[in-house]
């Protein structure tokens, strides 16, 4: 797994996060790529994901907006289990002595290539201080379940503020120089997490547990309606009168 870590414009999180989500004294902002080679639930699959820094009730921890997978099993159980925004996605990783890079891509666009020379050596040289502050040990996901009503009028299942936490065994722990480019898409705006300062990456091996999760607490379903958009793509409706 290489995971890059950076800092953003804190208005940029603010717009992003629905409440009682807010946001961490620092825009913080990590992203990964993962290869996956053995599970208990599915065959081997890569991953990825894109994470925000995010206060409930004082508590930091990591708010899922986006984490494109190659699996289907993976997704459904990501998607309907723990309320990740999981989508297929190609993903393609490089991994080779001192250097790793990684490239997700879905409907022919490129819209995230990561790439880091493991050196233990970070691009800020205060980055390890701030990992340390701000991400500590097993850090809390924050996600939100819901289910869209049958009728289109709303929700099923109303939205609901989940957490759980991922917990590693880690073999090998490496700093990274690292950078990320992004190119545009309408469906993965991963782009709009402007970098601002890149404080570098993490390099791991581990055996990773996802363990069970509870509920935090039900959301307003009219607040958190423009939110729930994170599981879909984005397609206008071209159709013309007449045709099917």
């Not at 894109?50 to 409930?56: E, N, P, S």
């Not at 490089?94 to 819209?111: C, L, P, V």
């Not at 201080?129 to 299942?157: C, Q």
């Amino acid at each position: 797994m290489l995971t890059v870590y950076w800092e953003t414009k804190p208005e940029i999180i603010a717009r992003l996060l629905p409440k009682p989500l807010k946001p961490a004294s620092r825009p913080l902002v990590n992203a990964f790529v993962a290869n996956y080679p053995a599970t208990n639930f599915c065959p081997p699959y890569r991953e990825a994901g894109l994470f925000v820094l995010a206060d409930y009730n004082g508590q930091l921890g990591n708010y899922c907006l986006s984490m494109p997978i190659t699996s289907d099993i993976g997704m459904a159980m990501g998607r309907e289990v723990c309320g990740l925004p999981k989508k297929m996605a190609d993903i393609s990783l490089n991994h080779a002595e001192g250097f790793m890079g990684g490239t997700i891509s879905r409907h022919g666009i490129d819209f995230v290539s990561m790439e880091a020379r493991i050196e233990d050596k970070f691009n800020d040289s205060a980055a390890g201080e701030i990992l340390d502050e701000y991400y500590g040990k097993d850090i809390p996901l924050y996600n939100i379940k819901y289910a869209n009503a049958i009728d289109g009028s709303g929700f099923d299942l109303m939205p609901t503020l989940v957490t759980q936490r991922l917990v590693s065994d880690v073999k090998v722990y490496k700093a990274a120089e690292a950078a990320i480019t992004f190119q545009d898409s309408p469906h993965d705006p991963w782009s709009e997490l402007e970098v601002v300062n890149m404080l570098g990456a993490v390099y791991t091996v581990s055996t990773n547990v996802l363990e069970k999760g509870r509920v935090l607490e039900l959301l307003n379903p009219m607040e958190y309606l423009p939110y729930c958009y994170l599981r879909w793509d984005w397609w206008e409706n071209k159709l013309q009168s007449g045709s099917l």
